[in-house]
């Protein structure tokens, strides 16, 4: 078993992505952290798609080569340093999100209190949700601006429907972005929602566990239980999401359990 080839371009210990690479370099032997590129036999581990991040990651696709990539989490994330101990980071094998369901059991859904709402059968508005353009350009198209995949999804929606849109942009204040700096809770924005349109955007998860149905890119995390095709938009598929959580919850994890070596006895066969 190999360790992790950690690449962090800035260097700087004091980023949010030491929250990872401490203790992966603690519970995953034979890892070592560099701020220059350099591919060898092991998988590489990025934090984020800033810097030159994409790029590496593009190239490992390209090569065929191992990578695990590093974030902020499906569930229970990081609201600041009080947090820093119990909370979860997204450990993601050879993309950015889990796109495939495992048979994984519900004993991590358990513990964080996730229950799946049935099914939403009535709503009003639908919800569009755009994925940061740094993650869009990544997926979609490296030439991809925000306004023109909102431009586009707006007018593909309304070939088949005349319900109301809402846009939900990502909340950001400076460097800060996510729950931490929202103004609007996003359970105000699911409220009544017939359905959630995004690319890869974390609130496909929400929508999904609320019980509202998903429209989403392959590489989503909602991708195995969200539709594809915005002409299904009145009557969207509602597929069977419980080995899908448990698969999202078995792709995250708190420092302890990098620490322990549980991350990498969980992951390591999928690098």
Not at 104 to 118: I, N
Not at 146 to 156: G, R
């Amino acid at each position: 078993m190999t360790g992790l080839n950690i690449i962090y371009p800035d260097g700087k210990t004091t980023s949010k992505c030491w929250q990872v690479f401490e203790p992966l370099m603690h519970g995953w032997p034979d890892s070592t952290v560099s701020t220059e590129l350099i591919l060898d036999n092991r998988p590489m581990c990025i934090w984020g798609l800033g810097l030159n991040n994409k790029d590496s990651a593009l190239r490992c696709i390209r090569e065929g080569k191992k990578w695990l990539f590093t974030d902020m989490p499906y569930f229970n994330r990081w609201m600041g340093e009080h947090t820093a101990e119990r909370c979860h980071w997204r450990l993601i094998p050879n993309d950015i999100h889990v796109t495939k369901v495992r048979d994984y059991p519900s004993d991590r859904a358990h513990v964080l209190g996730l229950t799946l709402a049935e099914w939403r059968k009535k709503g009003q508005h639908i919800l569009i949700a755009p994925s940061s353009i740094t993650v869009n350009r990544f997926v979609i198209d490296s030439k991809l601006d925000e306004t023109s995949w909102i431009d586009s999804t707006v007018a593909e929606i309304k070939k088949y429907t005349d319900r109301p849109i809402r846009l939900r942009k990502k909340p950001r204040n400076g460097k800060l972005s996510g729950p931490m700096v929202e103004t609007v809770p996003i359970e105000h924005d699911l409220a009544n929602c017939w359905a959630v349109v995004t690319s890869c955007s974390i609130v496909g998860v929400q929508a999904a566990i609320a019980g509202i149905p998903v429209f989403g890119h392959p590489r989503g995390p909602s991708a195995p239980i969200a539709n594809i095709n915005l002409s299904d938009i009145e009557n969207p598929a509602m597929p069977d999401r419980r080995l899908w959580l448990n698969t999202l919850t078995y792709s995250q994890f708190t420092k302890a359990e990098m620490r322990s070596g549980l991350a990498r006895e969980i992951l390591h066969q999928l690098l």
